[in-house]
């Protein structure tokens, strides 16, 4: 090594010490799901401009909770280099054990990520014993199906933060009704836009119709399926619905609205995890992502759907019209009625024919960026 290469490997360093030091707590990969991805993505966006450790789980949910898979190896597109997977959040041996941990490195923040009450405890006894500001990301204050004392457990937890991200006004308020003097942004979700096209041999996609729509994720009844697949009688015969996720053993019903309706030609359905590596093919073959919720605060799926620069057709409730610009960036109706969810689906494509949504996304895609949220990280707790 020359002199000058030695002098720029210490300047470099030194540069590197002179950065706020960050830890970031939650799922990763290999850890399934929308928040994995999410604070793998995170964690990479914060290493741009700071020393970022990351922490994750060494069990993030016993099996008594949640029997099926917790990871998937099949794609390591969101793969964090040098992630801690220390923390058992059903250990309070583990939980001191990691907050020493995280004390010794002496971080100015510390980001952990906030989406149901099975974690209250972990969050409690980890805050209790850390030395550094705390910022909650809150993807969900409270859950989506609700349970007695999901308030309490909330509370409880997230009244020791110092700062909290929500991604849409009405998680805000939710949050100020637990915390009143919170210290808090609203930053809308970032874009999922990291998933790999892979082919397949799956079968569930129609290469033959002219017009594809494809309700993607969890299947639970706040996420209004059945709206659609009613919605779907008075659709055009040239259009096609997809419904790819996970049913967790309630598919019969579905099933049983999709024959009584005679659509059985119509929808193809693919039930159970769908591997990241599989993920883009639904959503490239697609011509728009229909989110026909009762209820929401905000959707990881739309945000998978603009990485794809795919328009979403979705309902007016959340945070769901904070993200989509209605007849530009997909389509907004009114939730729980399937006529104006048929109205809206006839719409999309009508408004196909002279609306670029494509580009629009492109235009609108700065405020779901990662380097917003870095940036909004910043303003709030520099």
């Not at 914060?46 to 099949?74: C, G, H, N, T, W």
């Not at 259009?239 to 790819?244: D, E, G, S, T």
Request: charged share 30%.
């Amino acid at each position: 090594m020359t002199r000058a290469e030695a002098q720029n490997g210490n300047k470099m360093a030194g540069d590197d010490r002179n950065k706020k030091k960050i830890v970031l707590i939650g799922p990763v990969y290999p850890f399934k799901g929308g928040i994995s991805h999410y604070t793998g993505l995170l964690c990479r966006a914060l290493r741009e401009r700071y020393d970022v450790a990351m922490i994750s789980y060494s069990m993030q949910y016993p099996k008594i909770l949640f029997r099926k898979e917790q990871r998937d190896y099949s794609n390591d597109s969101f793969k964090v280099e040098d992630t801690e997977f220390i923390l058992n959040t059903a250990s309070v041996k583990s939980i001191r054990e990691t907050a020493e941990h995280i004390n010794d490195m002496e971080p100015e923040l510390i980001v952990m990520q906030w989406w149901h009450p099975y974690f209250a405890p972990c969050c409690r006894i980890l805050t209790k014993r850390l030395k550094s500001k705390v910022l909650f990301i809150c993807h969900n204050v409270f859950p989506h199906e609700r349970f007695p004392f999901d308030r309490l457990l909330t509370k409880w937890a997230l009244k020791k933060g110092d700062y909290f991200i929500l991604h849409s006004s009405k998680e805000a308020g939710e949050l100020l009704s637990i915390v009143k003097e919170a210290r808090y942004r609203v930053n809308m979700h970032p874009t999922y836009s990291e998933f790999k096209r892979v082919e397949t041999d799956s079968g569930a996609v129609p290469v033959d119709q002219a017009s594809v729509l494809l309700f993607f994720g969890f299947v639970r009844p706040y996420k209004g399926l059945k709206i659609l697949i009613e919605a779907m009688q008075s659709i055009p015969e040239i259009v096609h619905l997809n419904i790819v996720g996970d049913f967790a053993g309630a598919r019969d019903e579905y099933d049983q609205l999709i024959e009584k309706f005679h659509l059985s030609e119509r929808i193809s359905v693919r039930d159970g995890y769908v591997p990241d590596r599989e993920v883009g093919e639904y959503f490239e073959r697609c011509d728009a992502v229909v989110l026909p919720y009762l209820d929401a605060t905000q959707s990881g799926i739309a945000q998978i759907a603009f990485g794809f620069e795919k328009p979403v057709i979705a309902t007016r409730v959340g945070g769901l019209p904070e993200v989509v610009k209605d007849q530009e960036t997909g389509v907004l109706c009114e939730a729980g009625s399937p006529d104006s969810l048929r109205e809206a689906i006839q719409r999309f494509f009508e408004l196909k024919k002279t609306v670029d949504f494509a580009e629009n996304i492109r235009k609108d895609a700065p405020r779901f960026s990662w380097e917003h949220m870095v940036d909004t990280i910043a303003e709030l707790t520099e």
